[in-house]
């Protein structure tokens, strides 16, 4: 863990590895890593991102990719690794593929309304694939999946505040806790 004064703005984009990648930070209850965007898609800011599995020693828990190339109908693991504080752009883009994700600790983000109501203290991954008023997007729950996929979660979050069901895609605002750092 990272001690002492920060010395960018956790929103700050870097076109380099300036802040040591895989770094962590905590403030105020919140845990934060400095990482690469290893993907071709731009991460959304306040979304939910993926850790890209690697067998390569010093790339693991610093690239992340967009969720949204993360089929979860068939995906056997999924890897969250946070919520990106501002958008990332895309592995060698010149406005900087270099950022900072909370991976730890309570957040607000708006999340896809879903046609069944999410209970309190649900685990959920999320995705960015939704418009940008849901960020987030719909959160996917092990337990309200097909007995048939399979699927393991061993990160994500937990549901803060109940979500009632709707028949419309709407955007709501839930609290949750980011549980990511492992």
Same mark, same amino acid.
């Given at each position: ?12 984009? %870097?076109? %380099? =590895? ?18 690469? %965007? ?29 969720? =949204?190339?993360? %089929? ?72 309200? =999946? ?37």
């Amino acid at each position: 863990m990272l001690t002492g004064l920060l010395r960018v703005p956790l929103s700050q984009l %870097n076109t %380099n =590895d300036g802040q040591v990648i895989g770094s962590l930070t905590e403030i105020k209850a919140k845990t934060y890593r400095y990482i690469k %965007n290893a993907g071709s898609t731009a991460l959304i800011a306040r979304a939910s991102c993926m850790e890209m599995l690697t067998s390569v020693e010093g790339g693991m828990k610093t690239r992340v990719i967009s969720g =949204d190339g993360i %089929n979860t109908t068939t995906a056997f693991i999924g890897l969250p690794a946070g919520m990106p504080m501002s958008a990332i752009g895309p592995s060698g883009s010149d406005t900087g593929a270099f950022g900072w994700i909370q991976c730890k600790g309570p957040a607000k983000v708006s999340i896809h309304q879903m046609a069944t109501a999410i209970a309190v203290g649900s685990f959920a991954i999320g995705t960015s694939a939704l418009p940008a008023s849901q960020p987030f997007g719909k959160a996917y729950i092990r337990t309200a =999946d097909s007995a048939t996929t399979a699927k393991l979660y061993s990160r994500g979050v937990i549901i803060m505040q109940a979500i009632a069901s709707t028949g419309a895609a709407t955007a709501v605002s839930c609290l949750v806790d980011i549980q990511c750092l492992s």
